[in-house]
T-cell receptor, first 119, second 114 residues
Framework: AQTVTQSQPEMSVQEAETVTLSCTYD???????LFWYKQPPSRQMILVIR??????QNATENRFSVNFQKAAKSFSLKISDSQLGDTAMYFC????????????????FGQGTILTVHP | GAVVSQHPSRVICKSGTSVKIECRSL??????MFWYRQFPKKSLMLMAT?????????EQGVEKDKFLINHASLTLSTLTVTSAHPEDSSFYIC??????????FGSGTQLSVL
């Protein structure tokens, strides 16, 4: 079974600064997907970024980038030029594409990190 | 992008009554629907997985008779909380798998049982 750990329950950052959220995971799989989701106060889950384990290049989406260290099983999210709208709970999640049948698409989430961006 | 419509967004019910939550995929066919439960400021916990036309697969510890899941078509899945009690109060979210690893989440339902 896979596990995902986010060791930072809460973090805060000043507007325009950079913040990094940590995530580690445990799996015996070689191929998998990792995600960062944002859940703002509206509670809608929003996909921030996705990483495929077989790709060595770190994924980037505008101000969001990841540092994917496969050997260390680490998947941190860096938010540059933080904006007030980035205030949300962030979840790291794992998906095993090799899971057959009904398990394909199942996400294992970390505990979440509440990020507050201060003006 | 693909949209998953989840209704109702908020429901308050009396203890002992049943509540149905619907998730509809509006512009795609969802082969698999996942149902999650979330407590305040906590993570999402998978309750069950449903595939169109077959019985749902429940996670360990989730009561099948309390949380009835129906996936009668490729565009509609429902979660019915039967004989709801205050401890069932929670935020429920569905997630539809389109193809491969692509997932789309509903907007969630806050259930409050009095």
């Amino acid at each position: 079974a896979q596990t995902v750990t986010q060791s930072q329950p809460e973090m805060s950052v000043q507007e325009a600064e950079t913040v990094t959220l940590s995530c580690t995971y445990d799996t015996s799989e070689n191929n998998y997907y990792l995600f960062w989701y944002k859940q703002p106060p509206s509670r809608q889950m929003i996909l921030v970024i996705r990483q495929e384990a077989y790709k060595q290049q770190n994924a980037t989406e505008n101000r969001f980038s990841v540092n994917f260290q496969k050997a260390a099983k680490s998947f941190s999210l860096k938010i540059s030029d933080s904006q007030l709208g980035d205030t949300a709970m962030y979840f790291c999640a794992f998906m095993n594409p090799n899971a057959g049948g009904t398990s394909y698409g199942k996400l294992t989430f970390g505990q979440g990190t509440i990020l507050t961006v201060h003006p | 992008g693909a949209v998953v419509s989840q209704h109702p967004s908020r429901v308050i019910c009396k203890s002992g009554t049943s509540v149905k939550i619907e998730c509809r995929s509006l512009d795609f066919q969802a082969t698999t629907m996942f149902w999650y439960r979330q407590f305040p400021k906590k993570s999402l916990m998978l309750m069950a997985t449903s595939n169109e036309g077959s019985k749902a697969t429940y996670e360990q510890g989730v009561e099948k008779d309390k949380f009835l899941i129906n996936h009668a078509s490729l565009t509609l899945s429902t979660l019915t909380v039967t004989s709801a009690h205050p401890e069932d109060s929670s935020f429920y979210i569905c997630s539809a798998r389109v193809a491969g690893e692509k997932l789309f989440f509903g907007s969630g339902t806050q259930l409050s049982v009095l």
